[in-house]
């Protein structure tokens, strides 16, 4: 039904147009390159648009080179992918109404015409692996090997707790259509540039833990002594989230003088998303991630509050069920 108002779309359309949200991850790559390669070779014009541009550690994906900043001409089909609300697009698609969107994230309340919304999908690159040929499009060997990596970035190596045999049985089937998974994982997860863990270093000498709490900030001081040149948080969020014994991590990056980004990770339970939504963020109950207005340190500090109230009260939550269970 869906797949069929998608098709019918695509097939009406000969200039479309993809985007994704700001600071893309590989999931938001994947998913605007395999859809822009695919309709290409479905005979369409594409616009492919990434407001921040393609990262180096993405940049070995075939189509990269095709990425532009912002839209040169009004596209006849705008298509959304991986990307929670029209604002983290960073504004580029103006005044033009999204007409698809495609995402699994829980905090996507459908801003397009038509949307496919799988919050149960362990990334919108699985959305489109599976949907994909019923739109009629090819997924042959530069577009499977996009989609694999974008699963193997948002499962963070099919570690994540929404890992399924479902999402295995997808990345197999684009390993069949010959995505080399060995070269993928690598490219996405390990492998990492010297100023990237000289990165890393700055915000780990601050790492700061109160209770079952860990935080560390990365400053634009940080970012230039460490010679690093994109503005996400070199992956180091998932570093933090390694820390045994701990309910939430929270990594603050500053962007610039008045604005900072909020990265949340919390163990299998708990829902920082919901702590994101509120400050008009977005992200996944364990993977959250939100931008604010302030200074570092004001941030920081209003940040710190919120995420304690809400883990004071899961705790008072748990309390109560335990005690409610003792008088039973
Ligand atoms: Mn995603």
């Known amino acids: 039904m869906i797949d069929d108002q998608i ?7 000969s200039l ?20 822009g390669l695919a309709l290409e ?3 369409k014009k594409v616009e492919m648009v990434l407001h921040s541009g393609v990262s180096n550690t993405f940049r070995h994906l075939a189509g990269t080179e095709l ?3 912002s839209f ?9 992918v991986d990307c ?8 580029v698609l103006n005044d033009h109404q999204a007409d698809i969107v495609i995402d699994h994230h829980i905090t996507n309340k459908g801003f397009g015409r038509i949307n496919l919304i799988d919050p149960s999908a362990v990334a919108s690159c699985a959305i489109l692996a599976e949907h994909m040929p019923a739109w009629g499009l090819t997924i042959d060997e530069p577009v499977a090997s996009a989609l694999l990596s974008g699963i193997i970035s948002d499962s963070i190596g099919f570690r994540t707790s929404n890992t399924s045999a479902r999402s295995l049985r997808i990345a197999a089937d684009l390993m069949d259509k010959g995505a080399d998974i060995t070269r993928l994982y690598n490219k ?11 990165y890393w270093g700055f915000g780990l000498a601050k790492l700061q833990r109160e209770d079952t709490l860990v935080w560390t900030s990365l400053s634009l001081e940080d970012r230039k002594n460490a010679g690093y040149r994109d503005e996400d948080d070199a992956d180091l969020t998932n570093i933090l989230s390694s820390i045994e014994d701990i309910d939430i991590a929270i990594l603050f990056i500053e962007q610039n003088a008045n604005h900072v ?9 708990l829902d920082v998303a919901s702590i994101a939504a509120s400050l008009g963020g977005g992200g996944h109950p364990p993977a959250a991630g939100a931008d604010l207005e302030g200074t570092l340190p004001e941030v920081q500090e209003k940040i710190l509050q919120l995420t304690r109230e809400y883990l004071n009260e899961i705790k008072i939550q748990a309390n109560n069920s335990n005690k409610s269970r003792e008088t039973e």
């Open 7 to 13: 098709k019918q779309a695509i097939n009406n359309a």
């Open 84 to 91: 929670s609300d029209l604002q983290r697009s960073g504004g």
């Open 188 to 198: 996405a997860l390990i492998s990492k540039p010297f100023e990237s863990i000289n």
């Open 67 to 69: 990425v532009k900043r």
């Open 72 to 80: 040169n001409a009004d596209c006849d089909l705008y298509i959304v």
């Open 261 to 269: 980004k909020v990265s949340w990770r919390a163990r299998p339970g």
């Open 41 to 43: 070779k479905a005979g």
């Open 16 to 35: 479309v147009g993809i985007t994704s949200h700001i600071r893309p991850d590989g999931d938001a790559v994947g998913s605007v390159l395999a859809l």
